[in-house]
C-alpha cells in the first residue's frame, strides 16, 4: 500500500507539472507592428528600428523579425509557431515546434539563401528560440508578451564572444479582414453591367 500511494503521489505531482506548463504557453498569435525606437537627443530624429531580424542577413538593431513599422504575422497551435514578416524584397516564413524538436528554415542572406536549424523551449511563459546558421553561429530569441506588447530580445555573438543583446517591440494590430488579398478582388466589378 505505502508503495502504492507514493506512485499516486509521483503521478499527481507529474500531471501537476503537466498542467502549469500547458497554461504557461503563451500564445503569441496576431499581425505586429515593429515599434520604432525613440531617437536619441541630439538625433535627426529618425529612430532606427531592426532593419532585418533573420540571423542569416544583416543583423538589426532592434533584433527581432521584422523591422521598424513593418508587419510579423504570426501563427500559432499546440505544435507549431510560424512567423512571417518580411526583408527587403523577400519575404520570410520561420517555423518553430513548440516540442523541442528541431526545425529547418531557409533566410535570404547577402549572398545566397542560408539553411539554419532552431529549436524552441518554453521557459515559464516565455518561448526561447536557439537557431544555428550554416557559419555555426548561435542565435538566441525570447518571446514574451510584456502589457498586451510582443517583446523579442535577440542575443548574438559579438566581438571577443561576448553577448550583443538587442530588443524589438511590438504592438498588435487588427487580424486582415477575410478575402482582402489586393485588387484582384475587384475583378467581379465587370459583371455590375449585367445589374444595369
Known amino acids: 500500500m505505502k508503495h502504492r500511494a507514493v506512485g499516486v503521489g509521483t503521478l499527481v505531482l507529474v500531471l501537476s507539472a503537466a498542467i502549469v ?3 504557461a504557453q503563451t500564445n503569441f498569435s496576431g ?3 515593429a515599434d520604432r525606437p525613440a531617437a536619441p537627443a541630439g538625433s535627426d530624429g529618425e529612430g532606427r528600428g531592426g532593419e532585418e ?3 542569416g542577413g544583416r543583423r538589426g538593431r532592434g533584433g527581432g523579425f521584422s523591422g521598424a513599422n513593418q508587419v510579423t504575422t504570426i501563427t500559432q497551435d499546440a505544435n507549431k509557431l510560424v512567423a512571417v514578416f518580411p526583408q527587403g524584397a ?3 516564413t520561420l517555423t518553430f515546434n513548440l516540442d523541442g524538436t528541431e526545425t529547418k528554415n531557409t533566410v535570404p542572406t547577402n549572398f545566397a539563401p542560408e539553411t539554419q536549424t532552431s529549436r524552441a523551449a518554453w521557459e ?3 518561448l526561447v528560440i536557439v537557431t544555428t546558421t550554416a557559419a555555426g553561429a548561435r542565435q538566441t530569441r525570447t518571446l514574451s508578451l510584456v502589457t498586451g506588447k510582443l517583446v523579442v530580445e535577440t542575443s548574438t555573438p559579438g566581438a571577443g564572444g561576448a553577448p550583443v543583446v538587442s530588443r524589438q517591440t511590438y504592438t498588435k494590430g487588427p487580424d486582415a479582414p477575410p478575402g482582402r488579398g489586393g485588387r484582384g478582388g475587384r475583378g467581379g466589378e465587370g459583371g455590375r453591367g449585367g445589374d444595369e
Request: charge should be neutral.
Open 21 to 23: 506548463t500547458a497554461q
Open 31 to 33: 499581425r505586429w507592428t
Open 53 to 55: 531580424g533573420e540571423g
Open 90 to 92: 523577400s519575404t520570410v
Open 124 to 126: 515559464g511563459d516565455k
